[in-house]
Structure formats: structure tokens, C-alpha cells
């Protein structure tokens, strides 16, 4: 059973949802926590310890503090630890939820169904 992805998918369920009534705010919240249980997968996999447990921005610093993280994830972690602007606006060519498929796929080599699969990263706009 991969519980891993049954909360992933609940969480971008859920995101999509309260980003469908605008509220934009709690969706990022919930795409990073989907976040959170890829990487917290990938560490279990990796055999690497989680001294993070499940807070899910943490997790995302310590990916990329680590070496070894694969472009592509580093690329949707920097993206998913972004801070809003005045606006509380994301630059507006980052979306958390293709960040966390590209996490995804990059960490986990599966994708998530309940997303579409993202474009190659545009290495020009990483922050």
C-alpha cells in the first residue's frame, strides 16, 4: 500500500479544491504539503534519516541542502520554498502543484495521475 501517495494525492485533491474557491493561499499550503510526503518517501527509500518527520518545508530545505538531489528536484524544491511577494503572489510562472508533479517524478520516478505530467524546466526562471 503506498500511503505516501494516498496522502499525496488527498492533499492535491483537497488544493485543487480551494484553489477552484480562490483560495490561492491554502492550496500552496497544501501542494507543499504533498511535497512533504515525496520527500519523505524518497528519504525512506534513499535510506536517509528524517530528522524533519513530517514538516514538510523542512524536508524540502534539508532535499536541498543535500548534494546529491537530482536538477529537476532542486529546481521544484527552490520553486515549492518560495516566499509570496507583498501580495501574497507566487511569480506567475510558478505553479506549486506541476513543482510537486516534477518533485515526483524527479525523486520517485512515477508520476502522480492526479496531475499533468510538467515541461522540461525552464532553467532561466528557477527563482
Known amino acids: ?3 505516501w ?3 499525496t494525492e488527498e492533499e492535491i485533491r483537497l488544493g485543487l479544491a480551494e484553489r477552484a474557491q480562490g483560495l490561492e493561499g ?3 499550503v497544501r501542494a507543499r504539503r504533498a511535497a512533504g510526503h515525496i520527500v519523505g518517501e ?6 536517509i534519516p528524517d530528522p524533519a518527520g513530517p514538516n514538510a518545508y523542512e524536508r524540502l530545505k534539508i532535499l536541498l541542502a543535500l548534494p546529491t538531489t537530482p536538477p529537476d528536484a532542486r529546481i521544484a524544491a527552490q520553486r515549492l520554498t518560495m516566499k509570496v511577494d507583498m501580495q ?3 511569480p506567475p510562472h510558478v505553479d506549486l502543484f506541476t513543482e510537486v508533479q516534477r518533485l515526483t517524478i524527479a525523486l520517485l520516478h512515477e508520476p502522480l495521475a492526479s496531475l ?4 522540461a524546466p525552464d532553467v532561466t526562471q528557477t527563482l
Open 42 to 47: 524518497y528519504f525512506r527509500r534513499q535510506g
Open 1 to 3: 500500500m503506498n500511503t
Open 116 to 119: 499533468p505530467t510538467p515541461d
Open 5 to 7: 501517495k494516498t496522502a
Open 26 to 28: 491554502r492550496a500552496r
Open 88 to 90: 501574497f503572489q507566487l
